[in-house]
């Protein structure tokens, strides 16, 4: 183990305001947040004075396996998930990406959450696809939860039935996620009555999409008290339209955001946080709030998916942070402006694992191996070798691949 961490003058965020602390990591766990702490000859100290200090972000909807690009269709827009999946199924792209070995385009799919600044991202897949590649990814894969692909004619045979399922979240206090209502036609406008027929729609129930519901969906899901993940780039391209999430907002619900997967989402969540103020500000004609948008990333998605204290920036709890260099006022929330270059560090589990070359030397206070790499014209580093990754890619599909959700190597 090394050193306590002393992390200095921050501007961090809790109690939905940012304030001036200092904060005390050792470990896996924060061992203290307060207004000073004096530093010691035992402990490694850094100042973060200018910098925010967040929860580590949270992707609440991607599918890793499809981390590849281009994107497919866009201008043909469909009715149901099923068209487009079949689009995409049929297309260059997806033959291509078939040559990728499943490790690298997860582990594509995790510097890409990573250099966003998630921290956690919760991979919408069955349990024996996703388990080989838990705990050896630069991000954490949310991996408690049961299970549905969808509800309705078109779904695929993921877990034991939605009943089952959610009864399986019941009893061990897990969250019980499905796509719900992932299109515009019949099937999908009923899904959500179907779900409530099953059994399986209440406070464990995480709804992804959501589409086509209206005030009477929305009063019955924030009755039951689930939580809905949003996920407006995917909506957009698949659908041409994306759910009204003021309704859900207004409700009190509790909404998540993801960015769903490459073939038809965000390039990553940086850019759906972008495109979640747009939409709101071009539906609604009102600003979605900044921290509304970071709630949807930090503290929403921890109670959705059950990961203990919403406010993860507390002593005793598992140190996953981001630091922020946004040339704002620190007393501000602006994540709908964020690019690359201002996610300066991510720490995860109490170990560095992205960041600025000014953390140079809490890079090696841990002894870590990193990869120096320029991301819009600012120098990082990074464990493990995203360079050699990429190699791997162009190896197999038999020429240099660049993605849009990786730097240019």
């Not at 019980?176 to 959500?192: C, I, M, N, P, W």
């Not at 300066?344 to 960041?355: A, F, H, S, T, W």
Request: aromatic share 10%; net charge negative.
């Amino acid at each position: 183990m090394t050193r306590p961490i002393l992390l200095q003058s921050a501007s961090l965020f809790r109690n939905g305001k940012m304030e001036s602390k200092d904060l005390l990591f050792t470990g896996e766990k924060i061992t203290s947040i307060e207004d000073a702490i004096t530093p010691n000859k035992d402990m490694f100290t850094l100042s973060l004075h200018g910098k925010k200090l967040y929860p580590g972000f949270i992707n609440s909807h991607d599918h890793l396996l499809a981390s590849y690009l281009p994107k497919v269709g866009g201008t043909e827009k469909h009715l149901s998930w099923l068209s487009y999946d079949n689009l995409y199924k049929s297309s260059g792209v997806f033959a291509e990406r078939q040559q990728i070995d499943p490790e690298i385009l997860y582990y594509l799919g995790a510097y890409k959450n990573l250099f966003a600044g998630v921290t956690s991202v919760f991979d919408h897949i069955p349990h024996f696809v996703q388990n080989p590649f838990r705990g050896i990814l630069p991000v954490k894969l949310i991996s408690d939860y049961t299970l549905a692909h969808s509800v309705g004619n078109y779904s695929l045979d993921w877990g034991e039935g939605p009943a089952l399922e959610y009864r399986m979240a019941e009893h061990a206090n897990l969250p019980f996620v499905t796509h719900l209502a992932e299109g515009l036609d019949d099937d999908s406008k009923q899904s959500l009555r179907m779900l409530e027929k099953m059994d399986a729609l209440g406070p464990h129930s995480v709804l992804v999409h959501c589409l086509p519901f209206g005030p009477k969906e929305a009063d019955k899901i924030a009755e039951k008290g689930a939580s809905i993940v949003w996920c407006p780039t995917s909506n957009l391209h698949i659908f041409g339209k994306t759910t009204n999430i003021k309704l859900f907002l207004e409700r009190g619900v509790n909404v998540c955001l993801g960015t769903d997967s490459s073939p038809s989402g965000s390039n990553q969540l940086l850019e759906e946080l972008k495109t979640a103020k747009s939409i709101y500000f071009g539906l609604y004609g009102e600003e979605l709030p900044e921290e509304t948008l970071l709630q949807m990333i930090t503290e929403n998605p921890r109670r959705a998916f059950r990961l203990g204290n919403p406010n993860a920036l507390m002593p005793g709890l598992s140190c996953d942070f981001v630091v922020i260099s946004d040339e704002k006022k620190t007393s501000e929330i602006n994540v709908s402006e964020l690019h690359w270059k201002h996610i300066d560090l991510v720490v995860i589990d109490g170990y560095p694992i992205y960041g600025s070359l000014e953390f140079l030397s809490l890079f090696q206070e841990f002894g870590l191996g990193t990869e120096e790499i320029s991301i819009e014209g600012k120098n990082k580093l990074v464990a493990g070798s995203p360079k050699k990754l990429m190699k791997q890619v162009s190896d197999s599909v038999g020429y240099k691949k660049s993605l849009a959700f990786l730097p240019n190597f």
